[in-house]
């Protein structure tokens, strides 16, 4: 079992992990200068044409996406298709498949099968946290046949411990949830909650072997990103993408 950290490079206004990178993949997470890429206040065709520029400057076609609701539901997507599937996970063993999940502090959480070919992102805010998103898409990857252990996983940018508290009615869920581990109490009503180290320990606990976290908050990270606890006044906000994907 070994936990990384600190280990992501901004690369091309990319955030890339290497970990990951080691195993024939591509994976990261954008930055504003890729411009919102879903899901805000940005028009919906802007955000589709910088999500297209975004896959064919990689080298795919598209990215494949799930409509993603705070939940733990996972969805096998051997394409980019249309509507997108509501989940908030998506897996594939195929090349050629980008994966995005949109994000602007929630957790991206980048995985891959070096084994199989198998590659999975999951999106976990202190609802998916809660909900335990990220087993739910290991558990996935190992009902297709992966081993739990061979799997790589990525905590990618999002809000940190340094910056994210949630109010009593949204900690006493996730003590409810088992998960009272990963909550401080900081003032009265307003409770850090490390989405960081809760993601780590629900991989660990399925036998995720090998764990990288990148530690950037998209909040006081230092870093160009969005982050929907630090939006403007008039609460414009953009979103980045997790993604992970092999070229064909
Ligand atoms: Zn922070």
């Given amino acids: 079992m070994s936990v990384i950290t600190s280990t992501w490079v901004e690369r091309d206004g990319l955030l890339r992990s290497p970990l990951l990178e080691r195993h024939r993949v591509l994976?990261?997470?954008?930055?504003?200068?890729?411009g919102s890429m879903a899901g805000s206040v940005f028009p919906v065709d802007e955000q589709a044409r910088n999500r297209e520029k975004f896959a064919h400057g990689l080298g795919f076609e598209a990215v494949a996406r799930v409509r993603q609701v705070h939940g733990n539901g996972v969805v096998r997507l051997d394409s980019a298709i249309e509507?997108?599937?509501?989940?908030d996970a998506l897996w594939t063993d195929r090349a050629g498949v980008l994966l995005g999940i949109a994000a602007a502090d929630c957790v991206p959480i980048l995985v891959v099968d070096p084994v199989s070919g198998r590659i999975g992102a999951a999106h976990a805010g202190w609802q998916g946290t809660r909900l335990r998103v990220a087993q739910a898409l290991v558990r996935a990857l190992v009902g297709a046949g992966s081993r739990a252990s061979s799997i790589v996983a990525s905590i990618g940018p999002s809000i940190g411990p340094c910056?994210?508290?949630?109010?009593?009615a949204r900690a006493d869920?996730?003590?409810?949830?088992?998960?009272?581990?990963?909550?401080?109490?900081?003032?009265t009503g307003a409770?850090?909650?490390?989405?960081?180290?809760a993601n780590v320990a629900q991989l660990r606990d399925l036998g995720v072997e090998s764990i990288e976290v990148s530690r950037i908050c998209t909040l006081s990270g230092g870093h160009d990103l969005w982050s929907y606890r630090g939006r403007d006044a008039d609460g414009r906000y953009g979103t980045q993408l997790g993604f992970i994907g092999r070229q064909g």
């Fill in 191 to 197: 409770t850090a909650f490390d989405l960081w180290s």
């Fill in 173 to 187: 869920l996730v003590r409810a949830s088992g998960q009272s581990a990963y909550l401080r109490e900081v003032s």
């Fill in 27 to 34: 994976a990261g997470f954008t930055t504003r200068a890729q």
């Fill in 83 to 87: 509507p997108w599937p509501e989940g």
């Fill in 163 to 168: 910056c994210y508290t949630i109010d009593g």
